[in-house]
T-cell receptor
Framework: NAGVMQNPRHLVRRRGQEARLRCSPV?????VYWYRQLPEEGLKFMVYLQKENIIDESGMPKERFSAEFPKEGPSILRIQQVVRGDSAAYFC???????????FGPGTRLTVL | QKEVEQNSGPLSVPEGAIASLNCTYSDRGSQSFFWYRQYSGKSPELIMS????GDKEDGRFTAQLNKASQYVSLLIRDSQPSDSATYLCAVKGPAGNTPLVFGKGTRLSVIA
């Protein structure tokens, strides 16, 4: 029974490059959430998606960040023109329909040089 | 602004003792409450969920909820060194699948 999968686990980018983070939810889970955790900070919600729809993106910066969850394939969090302040752990969580519990993937640790 | 507050710790308890972790939340409409455990460098792991006032027990863990006081707690009985981690309190609003609001976490250290 595979859990939430994320890749890559570690990603290093130089300032100005693009970062692309992928998340495959638990099989049968149709809801995906992205959270960011800065060093010594709590988890902050970024975006909530269902298949082909963004439901809530209130936590995502308006510029440079985008997310998608296509009909086929993983959810993608894309960060364009990365800056040092984007260095953080990015976690994806999934939940089944009509269920409150969210299960987290192992995270992608982004380092911007 | 929905907020979840936790003492950052560290909370140090001797092995075998009861560890008590507390959490308060600001949104009175919150309906679902969760405790996650996060080891250093790892992802959050769901250990307890509670939806109704009162106590819920699962093994060595007991979650307690008091909606009138907007207070959630987690008790860990017979604490073990392997329980040393950061414990995150998370709260969810009333509408179906919605994002979690997390506290910053309490760091627990169980001393052998």
């Amino acid at each position: 029974n595979a859990g939430v999968m994320q890749n890559p686990r570690h990603l290093v980018r130089r300032r100005g490059q693009e970062a692309r983070l992928r998340c495959s939810p638990v099989k049968g889970h149709s809801h995906v959430y992205w959270y960011r955790q800065l060093p010594e900070e709590g988890l902050k919600f970024m975006v909530y998606l269902q298949k082909e729809n963004i439901i809530d993106e209130s936590g995502m910066p308006k510029e440079r960040f985008s997310a998608e969850f296509p009909k086929e394939g993983p959810s993608i969090l894309r960060i364009q023109q990365v800056v040092r302040g984007d260095s953080a752990a990015y976690f994806c969580a999934s939940s089944p329909p009509r269920n409150n519990e969210q299960f987290f993937g192992p995270g992608t640790r982004l380092t911007v040089l | 602004q929905k907020e979840v507050e936790q003492n950052s710790g560290p909370l140090s308890v001797p092995e075998g003792a009861i560890a008590s972790l507390n959490c308060t939340y600001s949104d009175r409409g919150s309906q679902s409450f969760f405790w996650y455990r996060q080891y250093s460098g790892k992802s959050p792991e769901l250990i307890m969920s509670i939806y109704s006032n009162g106590d819920k027990e699962d093994g060595r863990f007991t979650a307690q909820l008091n909606k009138a006081s907007q207070y959630v707690s987690l008790l860990i009985r017979d604490s073990q060194p392997s329980d040393s981690a950061t414990y995150l309190c998370a709260v969810k609003g009333p509408a179906g699948n919605t994002p979690l609001v997390f506290g910053k976490g309490t760091r627990l250290s169980v001393i052998a």
